[in-house]
C-alpha cells in the first residue's frame, strides 16, 4: 500500500532566452529528477508528474552524461530507462487539472532543475495556486537546482517580477514581491558562481538575472556552498531546498525523511 502520493512538478520549456535576445535549449536535468524521485518511490510513495501544458517534460541534453551519476554508465542508463518506460513519465498532467482534481490528496511536492523553471515555472499561474495552498497547509514542498526560483509564482504579480527581474528594476521587483509566502524564509539556489560557468562554458551567453538575486530581492535568505557545484540542503519548516545538481542524493534523502515524518505525525494523530 502507498505511503501517500508525491506531486512531481517539471516544467514544459525546451529554450530559454538570454541577453540579446537570442534562444538556447533548456529543459531538466536528468539526475535532478530522477535521483530523488527513485528515492521516493523506493521508499514506498506514489508520483504523479504535472506540467503547466500536460506535455512531456524536455531534457536538457547537457545533463545526459555518466558525471552527474559518479561516473556510472550503469546508474545513466537506468536513469535514461526511468524516463522511456516508467508510467509515471509518460502521462504528464496539466497542473490544472491536479488544481481540479483536489490538491489535498498530495503529501508532498518536488521541482527539479535545469534552467527550464526559470522560464515557466516562476510565473505560472498554477503552480502558484498549488504552492499557496502547500504553503498555507504547511506540506512539504522540496526544489532543486534552479527549482527554488519556482516560489516566486506563489506571489500574486509574479509575471510583473519577472519582468521587472529582466529590465533590472530591482526597486519595482522588491515592490512587486509585497506578501510573498516565502519572504524570510531560508533558502538555497544554485550559486552565482555556478551561474557564470554556466554562462561562460555552457551557454555562451548571460542570463537576464541571476537566481540568488531573485530569491533576495523577493525577501528569501539565501545561502550557498563555499564551493561551487558542492552539496548543498537547506530545510526550513515545510521547505527543501538543494543547491546544484550534485545535491541530488541529499534532496533524496531529506525529501524521504520528511515524508516519513509527516506520515508516522499522521498516523499519531
Given at each position: 500500500?502507498s505511503?501517500?502520493t508525491?506531486?512531481?512538478?517539471a516544467?514544459n520549456?525546451?529554450?530559454i532566452?538570454?541577453?540579446?535576445?537570442?534562444?538556447?535549449?533548456?529543459?531538466?536535468?536528468?539526475?535532478e529528477?530522477?535521483v530523488p524521485?527513485?528515492?521516493?518511490l523506493?521508499?514506498g510513495?506514489?508520483?504523479?508528474l504535472?506540467?503547466?501544458s500536460?506535455?512531456?517534460?524536455?531534457?536538457?541534453?547537457?545533463?545526459?552524461?555518466?558525471?552527474?551519476?559518479?561516473?556510472?554508465e550503469?546508474?545513466l542508463?537506468?536513469?535514461?530507462d526511468?524516463i522511456?518506460?516508467?508510467?509515471i513519465m509518460?502521462?504528464?498532467?496539466t497542473?490544472?487539472s491536479?488544481?481540479?482534481?483536489?490538491?489535498?490528496?498530495y503529501?508532498?511536492?518536488f521541482?527539479p532543475?535545469g534552467?527550464?523553471?526559470?522560464?515557466?515555472?516562476?510565473q505560472?499561474?498554477?503552480?502558484?495556486?498549488?504552492l499557496r495552498y502547500?504553503?498555507a497547509h504547511?506540506?512539504?514542498?522540496?526544489?532543486?537546482?534552479?527549482g527554488p526560483?519556482?516560489?516566486l509564482?506563489?506571489?500574486p504579480n509574479?509575471?510583473?517580477f519577472?519582468?521587472?527581474?529582466?529590465?533590472?528594476d530591482t526597486?519595482k521587483?522588491?515592490?512587486?514581491a509585497?506578501?510573498?509566502?516565502?519572504?524570510?524564509?531560508?533558502?538555497?539556489?544554485?550559486a552565482n558562481?555556478?551561474e557564470?560557468w554556466?554562462?561562460?562554458d555552457?551557454?555562451?551567453a548571460?542570463?537576464?538575472?541571476?537566481?540568488?538575486?531573485?530569491?533576495q530581492t523577493?525577501?528569501?535568505?539565501?545561502?550557498?556552498?563555499?564551493?561551487?557545484?558542492?552539496?548543498?540542503l537547506v530545510v526550513d519548516?515545510?521547505?527543501?531546498?538543494g543547491?546544484n545538481?550534485?545535491?541530488?542524493?541529499k534532496?533524496?534523502?531529506?525529501?524521504?525523511?520528511a515524508l516519513d515524518?509527516?506520515t508516522?505525525?499522521?498516523?499519531?494523530?
Amino acid at each position: 500500500m502507498s505511503k501517500g502520493t508525491v506531486l512531481l512538478v517539471a516544467s514544459n520549456a525546451s529554450e530559454i532566452e538570454v541577453v540579446g535576445g537570442q534562444m538556447k535549449p533548456t529543459g531538466y536535468y536528468l539526475n535532478e529528477l530522477v535521483v530523488p524521485v527513485m528515492a521516493v518511490l523506493n521508499a514506498g510513495y506514489d508520483v504523479v508528474l504535472a506540467t503547466p501544458s500536460g506535455g512531456k517534460p524536455h531534457l536538457d541534453k547537457v545533463s545526459d552524461i555518466a558525471a552527474h551519476f559518479g561516473g556510472s554508465e550503469e546508474r545513466l542508463k537506468a536513469a535514461r530507462d526511468f524516463i522511456a518506460t516508467n508510467p509515471i513519465m509518460q502521462s504528464p498532467r496539466t497542473l490544472r487539472s491536479v488544481i481540479d482534481g483536489g490538491l489535498d490528496k498530495y503529501v508532498a511536492l518536488f521541482v527539479p532543475g535545469g534552467q527550464a523553471p526559470v522560464v515557466d515555472l516562476m510565473q505560472d499561474p498554477d503552480l502558484g495556486e498549488i504552492l499557496r495552498y502547500f504553503h498555507a497547509h504547511k506540506k512539504i514542498s522540496a526544489f532543486l537546482c534552479h527549482g527554488p526560483i519556482s516560489t516566486l509564482s506563489a506571489m500574486p504579480n509574479a509575471k510583473e517580477f519577472r519582468a521587472a527581474l529582466v529590465t533590472g528594476d530591482t526597486a519595482k521587483a522588491k515592490e512587486l514581491a509585497k506578501g510573498w509566502q516565502y519572504a524570510g524564509y531560508n533558502m538555497t539556489i544554485f550559486a552565482n558562481p555556478e551561474e557564470k560557468w554556466v554562462e561562460d562554458d555552457i551557454l555562451h551567453a548571460k542570463m537576464y538575472f541571476h537566481m540568488v538575486d531573485a530569491l533576495q530581492t523577493a525577501g528569501a535568505k539565501v545561502t550557498t556552498a563555499p564551493k561551487i557545484f558542492e552539496p548543498n540542503l537547506v530545510v526550513d519548516r515545510e521547505l527543501i531546498t538543494g543547491q546544484n545538481p550534485a545535491s541530488d542524493h541529499k534532496m533524496g534523502e531529506a525529501l524521504v525523511a520528511a515524508l516519513d515524518r509527516q506520515t508516522a505525525g499522521t498516523k499519531a494523530a
